[in-house]
């Protein structure tokens, strides 16, 4: 068996066209209440490239390879935390009027008064 | 055999992480399931970087001595990148959000960089396809991180005008041709096999210092009040530049992660440009607010000024108020003040209402932000596309902070520079009270017509202070009531 990837011509532009794709859609549904959080929330998810980072840094063979894998993985590391933490911290600041309101209700209008 | 488990971890662990990722953000698209959302993107992340250790099993021969020093490295830079963003991302004040984003941001367009120079100066980036996709994740994802460097500068009030000269656009355009060229004279000589005019290591040293220096250029002249518009492409920039260098790792997680960030960065760029009635190209390429019209449209009536005990009375006796915060809000740190004031409104029996503009703040999104901080529930919080016909059937509307996103101007005055820009309908309302530091202009620089009008008071004086005075006022009436 083999497990090695190999993602070369149309197959790369696929997989792009299509997470670009899905990029748009899930984030068109995000209402503007929320454009800050998931502005650093899509920032977080960028910070995977720590992971390649990772990859440079563990196959580097010289002095200067790893000094610039170990920069990859410092800032990287930097992205993934630092947007994790602003995230979190914004997101729990959101509450609704009333702790009673039903889960899974989407921006619940506030009640009339007569 | 040890090699092909340790791709099928990787790979089917990678493949669990890109599913958390769109997941997660997909439940980011209510404030019920945010929270969630960002969770289980935070597990994906997780076991992503801790199966990414797994690729010592297959490191390249040449990289077989340093392993344990190559593994050593990196944890120490997780611990070290990741402690101390962590530690700043928990300190920092909500107020100072956009340029943390931006600073995040630029250090992940600072990572794709690296793994590109990586490659490069490794020579691992074989064939035209490869050199090229990664030449241009590393042109993309230096422009990020020096000019999201910049825009951290700008918003943290560091680097306080926007830097201007003559011919600038042109030599901009300039630079990024020079850079461009170096790419292409790097993939020829490798390509050709032909001696080059500099060593190999000259050549991407030069190549990063211009595409460094473009990003610096390109950042320079944008005015402040721009930039969220920036930060949001340089987020987008670095998806994209994530996306490329993942291509060159063939990871498809980075692709993905990268390529979603990509297009949804874009999209929020769109929509921010909409929101101020602009061009993307129109804010990166001209310098907003260098020619500001001097002759101002006639300006009927007077400035009305009032105290703040008589407009909070009035807005004690009315039915409905709609609040209107700017910048100016969150710049006197009033928003606790304000959510006070609105709850003893509330508790006599006031509809209340908080009206936010798509570019109130220095990013999309910052004042429904600040405001959720001082407590604000946010259904409270309205978009300027949900409340605008509102206003006609409101008695009170409370600017404060304010100026452009309420300024007539926007919808009759054509030589206005911000004719066009969607505007809160304020000036609808039966009384407007206008809470503000004195009589200066907005960002735009121009005389805001609404603050003359008939059915406006102005309230000078520092947000927290009038807002105090309003507390004193309405709770003054009740203690006399009772």
């Known amino acids: 068996m083999n497990f090695t990837i190999d993602l070369t011509g149309f197959v790369a532009v696929y997989i792009f066209m299509l997470a670009a794709f899905a990029g748009w859609v899930i984030i068109g549904r995000v209402p503007a209440i929320l454009h800050t959080p998931l502005m650093s929330g899509s920032n977080f998810v960028h910070g995977i490239v720590v992971v390649g980072g990772l990859f440079a840094l563990l196959n580097a063979s010289t002095v200067t390879l790893q000094a610039i894998g170990f920069c990859a993985v410092l800032l990287g590391a930097g992205n993934v935390a630092g947007g994790y933490a602003v995230t979190v911290r914004m997101l729990a600041m959101f509450k609704p009027s009333s702790h009673e309101a039903a889960p899974g209700a989407v921006l619940p209008l506030p009640a009339k008064k007569s | 055999m040890i090699i092909q488990l ?24 209510s ?8 969770f289980v993107a935070g597990i994906g992340m997780l076991v992503a970087v801790l199966a990414s250790f797994l690729y010592a099993f297959d490191v390249s021969a040449d990289a077989k001595p340093f392993l344990w020093i190559n593994i050593g490295l990196g944890a120490a830079a997780l611990l070290a990148g990741g402690g101390l963003a962590w530690l700043s991302g928990k300190k920092v004040a909500m107020t100072a959000m956009p340029q943390m984003v931006a600073l995040y941001n630029g250090m992940g367009g600072g990572a ?3 793994i590109a120079a990586v490659e490069l100066f490794g020579g691992k980036a074989q064939g035209p396809t490869q050199l090229v996709v990664t030449l241009l994740g590393a042109l993309i994802g230096s422009i990020s991180l020096s000019g999201s460097l910049i825009a951290w500068a700008k918003l943290d009030e560091i680097l306080n005008k926007p830097m201007r000269f003559w011919g600038q656009q042109a030599f ?5 041709l020079i850079t461009i060229a170096v790419g292409g004279y790097i993939v020829f000589i490798i390509q050709s096999g032909s001696p080059p005019l500099l060593t190999m290591p000259q050549l991407i040293m030069l190549f990063f210092a211009c595409a460094l220096a473009y990003g610096i250029l390109m950042t320079l002249p944008i005015g402040g009040a721009d930039m969220p518009v920036v930060i949001s492409i340089y987020n987008a920039a670095t998806g994209l530049a994530v996306g490329l260098e993942g291509f060159v790792l063939q990871n498809p997680a980075l692709m993905i992660a990268g390529m979603v960030v990509g297009a949804a960065g874009l999209l929020l760029t769109l929509l921010m440009a909409r929101a101020m009635n602009r061009s993307v190209s129109n804010i990166l390429f001209t310098n907003f607010g260098t020619v500001v019209e001097e002759k101002q449209g006639d300006i009927k009536g007077e400035l009305k000024p009032t105290e703040a005990a008589d407009a909070a009375i009035a807005m004690r006796y009315a039915s409905s108020v709609i609040v209107v915060p700017g910048y100016g809000l969150a710049a006197a740190q009033a928003q606790q003040k304000l959510y006070e004031f609105v709850k003893l409104l509330q508790s006599s029996g006031v509809s209340v209402k908080f009206a936010i503009h798509p570019v109130a703040g220095r990013m999309p999104g910052q004042m429904d932000v600040l405001l959720a901080e001082a407590g604000v529930p946010y259904d409270l919080i309205f978009q300027l596309d949900d409340i605008n016909d509102e206003f006609k059937t409101t008695d009170v509307s409370l600017v404060i902070g304010a100026n452009d996103v309420v300024n007539p101007a926007a919808r009759t005055e054509k030589t206005s520079p911000i004719y066009g820009m ?11 009270y206008v809470i503000k530091r004195g009589q200066g202009k907005g960002y735009a620089g121009i005389m805001n017509q609404l603050f003359f009008s008939p059915n406006c008071n102005m309230v000078y004086g520092d ?20």
Do not use: C, Y
């Not at chain 2, 404030?31 to 960002?38: E, H, R, Y």
């Not at chain 2, 969607?422 to 407007?432: E, F, G, H, M, T």
């Not at chain 2, 947000?463 to 009772?482: D, F, T």
């Open chain 2, 6 to 29: 340790t791709h099928l971890v990787i790979g089917a662990v990678d493949l669990v992480a890109a599913f958390l990722f769109m997941f997660g953000l997909k439940r980011m698209s």
């Open chain 2, 31 to 38: 404030p019920v399931t945010a929270p969630s959302g960002i």
């Open chain 2, 112 to 114: 794709a960089g690296a």
């Open chain 2, 172 to 176: 901009n355009t300039l630079a990024l």
């Open chain 2, 422 to 432: 969607p505007i809160l309908n304020a000036d609808q309302s039966k009384q407007v």
């Open chain 2, 463 to 482: 947000a927290a202070a009038v807002l105090g005075k309003m507390i004193e006022a309405v709770r003054g009436l009740s203690s006399k009531a009772a």
